[in-house]
């Protein structure tokens, strides 16, 4: 028996398998890629509260994040949330300590070299992420840990970081 003469190219055709394959391949390598870049490493905290107080009127400073030399870590602040509990109605602004170091003060230039805003600063080794915390009248506020959104190398995520903070506003 002979093979009939083959006329014309040789031709291959592809089946759906392959091209299913290749896109089930691409989608779990995206999906692998976006667990990644949404789950870094949690933020630090701590159970040892921060107690402060401070005459009304005038701000108080709480240190709450603060990068480790060994972490290697630098966090990018997209921006931050506190969740106050108490009658005090009161202003919270994020601040970064650049070259220093402080947990609780009404004088931060004492500590830092410079403050800046927190929103779109990077908090590194020797650097700390500061609440600046102001009432106008006299009482105690329970903030809890500040919720800091963030980026770090080319991951971000949104966590509770360092410790929970009660500030006492005293009256004049």
Do not use: N
């Not at 896109?23 to 870049?37: C, D, E, M, P, S």
């Not at 480790?68 to 990018?76: A, E, K, L, P, Y």
């Not at 602040?77 to 919270?92: F, N, Q």
Request: include cysteine; charged fraction near 20%.
């Amino acid at each position: 028996m002979t093979d009939p003469p083959r006329t014309g190219e040789l031709q291959m055709r592809r089946t759906r398998a392959g091209k299913l394959l290749w896109l089930v391949l691409v989608l779990a390598v995206g999906a692998v890629a976006a667990w990644y870049a949404t789950h870094p490493s949690p933020l630090p905290t701590t159970t040892t509260a921060v107690t402060a107080s401070t005459p009304v009127g005038e701000p108080v400073y709480v240190g709450v994040l603060s990068p480790t030399d060994g972490s290697g870590r630098t966090v990018h602040i997209r921006g931050i949330d506190v969740d106050p509990v108490g009658a005090v109605p009161l202003g919270v602004d994020g601040k970064v300590c650049k070259g220093g170091a402080l947990a609780v003060t009404s004088d931060p230039e004492a500590f830092c070299t410079r403050l800046v805003d927190a929103e779109g600063a990077s908090v590194g080794p020797g650097d700390v992420l500061v609440l600046e915390i102001s009432g106008q009248t006299a009482g105690e506020v329970d903030l809890g840990r500040v919720r800091v959104t963030y980026r770090d190398g080319l991951q971000w995520g949104s966590d509770e970081a360092g410790p929970p903070v009660t500030v006492t506003f005293l009256s004049r």
